[in-house]
């Protein structure tokens, strides 16, 4: 079965830092592009971040470029996003999406959980 | 960034009602553009990729079509387990941005 499970989230105070991490299985980590997406509560989905299979590709929103540095091991199959001088507005449902792509399709096909990061002052 | 505006923002239907949501973007996108079904306090599940190719596993009474600027999510036919809030996203270009969602509620 594929599946995605995300850990590492919790409450922490303004300025600070967390890792969160995704544990993939399944499908061949490797071959797929990943991404982590937040949903602030009752609002909708924001992508954050995203990297390519090889992990030499990285992709940032501006609103955290900077910030958060997305990366991943392919020998353990995980993903993870460093998140540091956390902010109030970064408060968030923090999901890892595997993105599947082709010439002309491209869509998060599997989305984990989610794991919540609180920032408080 | 192109922006993605959805209409409704939300709705009341029946079970057995023929639902229509709108995606518009804010500059052409071709197809690429996806639909997700979120259920409360559930992870997002891709419906439809492609703006109107049916993901593996997922109902026909769900379809998705449109081209360009504007798309357009239909469920022929309500059934209780589709009260949800549903997004488009964009993957034409980066940074992939989605709609604001919209709550489709039981009336």
């Known amino acids: 079965e594929v599946q995605l499970l995300e850990s590492g989230g919790g409450l922490v105070q303004t300025g600070g830092s967390l890792r969160l991490s995704c544990a993939a299985s399944g499908f061949t980590f490797i071959s797929y592009a990943m991404s982590w997406v937040r949903q602030a509560p009752g609002k909708g989905l924001e992508w954050v971040s995203g990297i390519g299979g090889s992990g030499y590709t990285t992709y940032y929103a501006e609103s955290v470029k900077g910030r958060f540095t997305i990366s991943r091991d392919n020998s353990k199959n995980t993903l993870y996003l460093q998140v540091n001088s956390l902010r109030a507005e970064d408060t968030a449902m923090y999901y890892c999406a595997k993105r599947f792509s082709t010439t002309s399709e491209d869509a998060f096909d599997i989305w984990g959980q989610g794991t919540m990061v609180i920032v408080s002052s | 960034d192109i922006q993605m505006t959805q209409s409704p923002s939300s709705l009341s239907a029946s079970v057995g009602d023929r639902v229509t949501i709108t995606c518009r973007a804010s500059q052409r996108i071709r197809g690429n553009l996806n639909w997700y079904q979120q259920i409360p306090r559930k992870a997002p599940k891709l419906l439809i990729y492609?703006?109107?190719t049916l993901q593996t596993g997922v109902p026909s009474r769900f379809s998705g079509s449109g081209s360009g600027t504007d798309f357009t999510l239909t469920i022929s036919s309500l059934q209780p387990e589709d009260f949800a809030t549903y997004y488009c996203?964009?993957?034409?270009?980066?940074?992939?941005?989605f709609g604001q969602g919209t709550k489709v509620e039981i009336k």
């Open positions: 492609a703006a109107s």
């Open positions: 996203q964009q993957s034409y270009s980066a940074p992939p941005t």
